[in-house]
Every structure is written in structure tokens, then in C-alpha cells.
């Protein structure tokens, strides 16, 4: 209980543009926090649709809550959770303009510890209204990061019995409590122990440091590695809340096995081998061995993590496009690497996050790069807007590794692509659904194809009566190649054809025309445009609010 919250990053939640400043400077407190921002109002790291149903959806997913908004709106939205008490996570409420902190749920969940962190950052006191005499409740029942309470239960117990007058010595190293007034006395019956190793006497509050790592030398194929893992450390007495992290040779990285090993134990893995420092056990099971720290282990010093390549899709613009894993993606990377505008589309970023800003042609560069920094253990984000597999980076990517398979760190790297909304899908929902039959996508760009590849795909697509999508219809450097495109389509299809242009969907400034084939000009179109030319079946009506017409192609065919 007391470990669930621990990691689990804070979510902030604000409703509209005035409380921004506020959550941000939480948010430098908290560099793994996300703002949460609604989406109508603000530009957020995560949006949400309606307060009430978000708030819940945390709070059930156990998330620490710092909701900058009247406290009892938090206080309504919650109220129908909070018979169930499986969870409870720290729930605040911040004034919009940071002027006050109001610590509202998870009292064991360390939220009064939270209040004083954000309280600190806010510079004004915190509303803290449990009473005095939980002093050193709090330091007891909510130890630090690196150290878990054993059991909370017995914890509680352990506090009334010092509140009734008992006295505690401390055993092994408890920086946190030097100032706490505790009452201690060296002969005392009760104690606090301070150690990875598990205890079974009533009398002692148990406090687990994260000090042990569990190095995995060897593994078979279904391995039934977390319990062997878990008699390793039960013959050893040592607590599962103890392990910090779980090690393994880089050869090992790849290992789905592992992985899914380390999740299920819920402790980092790490790769590498293990730095000095550390008192080694070799128990029964010659493939495990237990590594024991003096204190607690700072993850970040064994070896590396295995790094994370994900490629991304930003969809055409605004952010209700972006399908969450690309933003989840976002939000946990340390670099994010693209083209100068697709990357400032993609913030706003937090003070850790480093961007790789590059010019749009230099995709091969960009993409080793990208697996450079990946296999260095580290979260990288590759943009692209709409979809990152259509014209964009993805292929590039797996270009760079194709050409380097020998290349261990790098087919090491976890590389995983998320779709996204292409411009052309944007497009066709705007105007209405002209992609509904069969259809085609092709770049009119001859940068990277002969023109004459162009001319052949754009006849047999114009002889099949495919509706066609144009990406990367003209450019300054290209400037007769959309109207010698058109000229051809011309001799395959009738002037009446519907045609749509959707000049920066999405985005600020968004325009949607449509039109036929024999009024389509060219100057009506330019990089930012995405132009789709109906099939023969393609037909259009008016709209019944008067403004413009509904495209579609219908499903079937004559
Ligand atoms: N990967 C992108 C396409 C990159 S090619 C995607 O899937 O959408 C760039 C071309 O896409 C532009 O020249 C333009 O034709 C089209 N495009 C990209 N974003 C657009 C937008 N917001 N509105 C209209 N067209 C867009």
C-alpha cells in the first residue's frame, strides 16, 4: 500500500489559462508531473473533456491529484468515490493564483508532505488541519523516497503506542527522523529498524530501504524467473519492498521475459554490470545474485535503462487530433528530435525535456541521431506531423537501422511507431467523407523519385478511377509539377469532378474549399495543402446550415 503511490507522477489539473503560471511552477517542483488542462480552454499536457469525470478517472487510477480550483468542487467531483477505500491518493487543492494549498485526501499517502513541497515552491504556508499530535505520524507512516513502511497497519499501532507514552530507539540510518522529536531512549521496548531484511517482532516498526538490486545472470527460455526471483529473497529474508532495482548484462536487453519480470515486481531494470560499493550474496540459485547497498541505491548510477525510440504522429494540428499514445510518448521522453516546426507543435515541454530541432531534410541524420541517444538508455520522441509512416519520419527510421543491423546497441534500442491522423484522413473528415471508396495517396514531390515514376502512378491511378491524395502538392523549388499533374488527370477525368483543398487543417488559419477539376488552379494551392481529387462516383451537396457542401464518394459502385 504504502509503495503505490511512490514514482506515480502528480497529475495538475487546471481549467482555464489563468491558473497556467501556477501549475507550472508546481510543475518545476515536479518534472515528472503533467499538467492536465480542459480541453476547450487550455493547452495542457494531457487534455480532458469534462472535470468531474477526469478527476474520478485519477483518483480511481490512484494518481496524486493537485487540482488548481476551488476546493470543494474537488471535494464534489471525489464524494462518490470516497467509500471505497482501496485507494487514496494525495489529493490538494491549489488556489489559481498559488496563494494557497489546501492538503485534502491521502493523509497516508504523504499528502501533507506534498503540501509542503508545493507550499515551499509557492512561497505561502500550507492549510495543514490534521492535528499536532500526528507529528511524527507523518514522518513515520511516510518515510522518504527510498524507504517503504513494511506495514501501515501495524505502523498506525506502533504510533498510538508512542502517543501513549511509549518509547522507540532507532536501528540503522533514518536521516529523515534526526529532527523529529521522538521519545527515544536507547533501552526502550520499541523500536524502529531500518533495513532491507524483514522482521517479524510486533515491537519494531519496520522501514525497508530500496538497497538491494537482484542481478539476473542467466535466463532460459520460459524462465519462471520471478519466482525464482522471490525464493531467492525469501531464503534470504529479504523483503520485496527492498529491491531497488533488478540488473542484468546488456545481452539481456532485449529480453521480453525480463521486462515483463521487472514489471510484475514493479522495480526498474537496468543493464550493465554492477559498480562497486555493494556486498554480494550468491544464494542457491547460481543465476540470480543479491546485491546489497550500505544506504539506498540511486538507480540512475547501475549501468543503463534500455533505451526507447518511439516515432510519432502530431496529426494534422491541434492537439484533439494527437491520439494519446503519442502524447503519453511525449510526455514521458527526455528528447524529442524533428523539424523545427513540428517540434514546437508538439510542446509544451517540461525543464528536462532536451529538443533536437533540425532542418526538414536532413531526415537520415536526424534518424541516427535518434538511435544514438536511444541506445544510450535514453526516452527519445521522433516527430512527425499527421501520421509518422506516410511521407514522414518512420520509413527514415527504419532506414537507419536497416542499414546498421550489426549494430547492437541499436537493434537493442525498444523502438515502437504510434500512429497518427494523416492529412489526408484530416481532410476528408472535414469535408466529408471523399475517401469513402477506394483511393490513393501519393507525394507530387520529385525530390526523393523521378518524375516519370509520378506521371506513370498518377495515369494508372487517374485510368482506375481511384480518388487520389496529394501530399506535398508544390514547394517554392517545385513549381510546375501540380499543374502538369493536373493536365494529366484532366485527359482521364470530366471537368465537373469534385475536388477538396484543405490548406492547414487543424491548425490556426485553417481553410476547406471545394471545387472541380476544371476551376482548380494551382496558386489555389501551396505547401500547406492537402488536395484530394474525386473519383467519377465523388458528389457533393449543400450543407444544411448554408455554409458550404458535404464530398463523399459513396461505398458502392456503378
Ligand atoms: N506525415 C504527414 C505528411 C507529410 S508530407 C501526414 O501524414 O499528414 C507534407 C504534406 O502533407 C504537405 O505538403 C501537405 O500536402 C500535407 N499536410 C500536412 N499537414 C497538413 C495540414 N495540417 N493541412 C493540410 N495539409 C497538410
Redesign the pocket.
Known sequence: MARLNEGKPQAIVVLGPGALETAKRIQARYPDAAIHGLASRVKADVTYAELSMHLRELYASNTPIIALCAAGIVIRCLAPLLVDKTVEPPVLAVAEDGSAVVPLLGGLGGVNVMAREIAAALQVAPAITTSGELRFGTCLLNPPAGYVLADIEHGKRFVSDLLAGGTTRIEGDAPWLNQVELPRSDDADHAIRISPYKSDDSRELMVHSRSVVVCVNELSPDDPIVERIRHVLLEAKISPMSVAAMLAPATLMTSAQLTEAAHTLDVPLRFGTLPEGFETQTPHDRDIAIAIAPGIVDVQMLGQARGMLTVI?LG??SVDLMVSAAKHALSSADDILGYETYVRMAGPFKPHQTLHCTDNREEMKRARHAFELASTGRRVVVV?????G???MAAAVLEALDESQSNEAWSSVDLNIVP?V???M??AARSGAPLGHDFCML?LSDNLKPWTIIETRLRLAAQADLVMA????VSRARPWQLDRALELVREYRGGTTTVVL??????PG?TLTTTTLEHLRSDQVD?????IIGSSTTRSFPRGDGNGVWAYTPRWYE
Open positions: 504522429g494534422p494540428g512527425s506531423s499527421g501520421d509518422p506516410v511521407f514522414a497518427g494523416s492529412a489526408a484530416a481532410t507525394s496529394f501530399y506535398n502538392p484543405g490548406r492547414n487543417i487543424g491548425r485553417e505547401m500547406r495543402t492537402m488536395v
